[in-house]
């Protein structure tokens, strides 16, 4: 990858360093007992939050059937309504039997489990101050009084102002990169059905076969496209690195060579694999 790369994507991830972040003066120093504090304030409303979830009955989506609905620009418009601007929505079958099947279940639901509840918290909680730690920048970390405090939301005036400042900077490059990598794709001499063959953002690689032909099948479930096989004729393979198969594809950058195209794919997943095959053609159908 020259525009979209792995470097770029982590950057991506810290543009909203400062999102959800509100000051607390506590947060200049390490604190068991405000940690504690804050701990059960948040726990008390996730647990809140999930209860009311689990207590909304279904039977509220069966109001959308027989409802009369008006066309928009009628509805916000100034002239007067009529019979012709109206339909009435009438509920698929399929789809009210399975709002009934939500019903049913949900009139013999079990008591809410708050005990449960609190315990999956804590390991979401737990998971999140392990990747925080892992994940931001060393230089952030290292200003962090207290991982934990920090993973539920809060921080000292300070720092917020500096995450507000890294992340506008981070945005900077990271805007800076995308329109490069735009500028150079519509410089490429390559047909907007040929850049339509390689759209796969999402969808899972099942298969990997290299030889005469590099062939990749997919699972489409997760992606925007049904069609789940790519073959890249007569390739050289330029790079290959990670664990390809099981991981899904993230973004592409295509070129125009001399004797075909030249295809780079940064895929999500452990250690983020790549792929970079030049081909004479790119082939696609859906089996």
């Known amino acids: 990858m020259k525009y979209l790369t792995k470097e770029w994507y982590e950057l991506c991830q810290q543009t909203h360093l400062h999102f ?45 059937d027989g409802q009369v609905l008006t066309r928009v620009d009628k509805a916000f418009g100034e002239e007067e309504v009529t019979e012709e601007d109206q339909i009435v929505y009438h509920m698929p079958p ?46 952030i970390v290292e200003q962090i009084a207290d991982i934990r405090v920090f993973t539920l939301g809060y921080c000292t005036r300070e720092f ?37 063959r390689v759209q796969y953002h999402d969808c899972t690689v099942i298969e990997l076969v290299t030889g005469d032909k590099v062939v990749i099948r997919f699972d489409t479930r997760g992606g925007f496209t049904n069609i789940n096989k790519l073959t890249l004729v007569a390739p050289e393979i330029i790079k290959q690195e990670g664990e390809i198969v099981g991981s899904y594809w993230l973004y592409q950058e295509l070129y125009r060579i001399d ?12 250690n983020m694999p790549e792929l970079i095959v030049r081909c004479a053609d790119i082939l696609v159908e859906e089996e």
């Open 94 to 139: 399929e789809e009210r039997a399975h709002i009934e099947k939500l019903i049913a279940e949900y009139d013999v639901r079990p008591p809410f489990d708050e005990q449960k509840c609190k315990e999956e918290y804590k390991e979401s909680i737990e998971w999140n101050f392990q990747y925080k730690a892992e994940n931001l920048p060393q230089e």
């Open 259 to 270: 004797n075909g195209y030249e295809l780079h794919v940064l895929f999500g997943g452990e």
């Open 160 to 196: 917020l102002q500096q995450l507000k400042k890294q992340s506008a900077e981070n945005k900077r490059h990271v805007d800076h990169a995308a329109k490069e990598f735009r500028e150079v794709m519509m410089a490429q001499d390559i047909p907007d059905e040929i850049h339509g």
């Open 20 to 64: 959800g972040l509100r000051v607390h003066n506590g947060a200049y120093e390490f604190d068991e007992n405000l940690f504690l504090r804050l701990y059960k304030r948040k726990e008390k409303a996730h647990v809140k939050q999930e209860r009311e979830l689990y207590d909304l009955d279904p039977r509220y989506m069966l109001e959308h």
